[in-house]
């Protein structure tokens, strides 16, 4: 079993073609802008959209935790109790609470992929396993679903932040179109401030991935505090030419809000409240830069 958050379909952003996006709950990282609060921690959880809430109280009596009180006419839940077992929500006449995270076998998810793949011919498309971080979750369950997915001939790829243990990736390695991997900043004191590690595990987890003849996207995430300026940039350019690293296209992905709304129903405040898009003109700077360099297929956003 593994724990999904979401499988969005006809996802055009996430890779080539059209593709079935499969969204894997828990992630080592804990990055202040993340657009996907719902999929770092590794169990389901409860999402409450309080906003709306009518205070009728129907939800105090389904919770055998006490986990949830009225306070100024509305639900207010104490997470500290809450065991984020569901039976709050079918109480609910106005459907605003829900659990994210629904677990899932190999044949369940192979099945559900599997349903797309008209479009992945047509486009020249296929699934891309995301999250969270894909590659922290099972890997018996991920290599079973990979090798299914091989053998059938869909395409995968995988989206990854590079936090996890080499081995992972040597796993899944023979099954995978592309990687679609992240780089956020090469400066230590700035990944461990926004990120909440150094950058060392994936910086050598992709060195590794591109001489073992992985084929790689590698997409930044442009955050005027984090990397919005040509330095952060150079830095990183510098570092894939030392490494020599294999790039088969970047993607340079402007910040934004999307997702704020999210942690609001999950009860936390967004830590990227400071955090700033770069403009227009920056992000031509730098897709400038990359060319300069070398690399040819540069794009804003994918
Ligand atoms: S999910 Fe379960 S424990 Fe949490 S508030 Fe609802 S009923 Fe209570
Ligand atoms: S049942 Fe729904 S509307 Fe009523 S108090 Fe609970 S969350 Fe609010």
Redesign the pocket.
């Known amino acids: 079993m593994s724990i999904i958050t979401s499988i969005q379909k006809y996802s055009i952003h996430d890779g080539d073609g059209i593709r079935t996006t499969v969204f894997f709950k828990g992630c080592p990282l804990s990055c202040k802008w993340c657009h996907n609060p719902e999929t770092q921690h590794y169990h389901p959880e409860l999402l ?1 959209h309080k906003d ?9 009596y389904a919770c055998k935790e006490s986990a ?1 009180t ?1 306070v100024q006419q ?2 207010y839940l104490n997470r500290d109790l809450c065991k984020n077992c569901g039976a ?1 929500i079918d ?4 459907n ?2 829900e659990l994210v995270g629904t677990p899932y076998t190999v044949e369940e998810l192979f099945s559900q992929i599997k349903k797309d793949e008209m479009f992945y011919e047509q486009s020249g498309g296929g699934v891309t396993l995301s999250g969270g971080e894909v590659m922290t979750a099972d890997m018996d369950f991920l290599e079973a679903l990979c090798k299914k997915l091989y053998r059938y001939g869909i395409s995968i790829f995988v989206d990854t932040c590079g936090q996890a243990p080499y081995s992972n990736y040597e796993r899944l390695l023979p099954y995978i179109d592309t990687f679609l991997y992240d780089i956020k900043t090469t400066d230590v004191a700035l990944h461990k401030a926004y990120i909440g590690t150094d950058p060392s595990l994936i910086l050598s987890n992709l060195e590794k991935l591109s001489a073992a003849g992985a084929r790689i996207y590698i997409r930044i995430p442009v955050i005027r505090e984090v990397n919005g300026n040509r330095e952060a940039m150079a830095d990183i350019l510098r570092f894939l030419k030392e490494k020599q690293i294999q790039v088969a296209q970047v993607n340079l992905l402007p910040y934004h809000k999307t997702g704020s709304a999210k942690y609001a129903r999950m009860g936390i405040v967004y830590p990227g409240e400071n955090l700033h898009a770069p403009t227009a003109e920056e992000m031509d700077t730098f897709v400038a830069l990359f060319k300069e360099n070398g690399y040819h297929k540069v794009y804003i956003g994918g």
Do not use: D, S, T
């Open positions: 409450f709306n809430c009518v205070g009728c109280g129907q939800c105090i949830i009225l509305k639900a709050c109480a609910c006449n106005y605003l609470r």
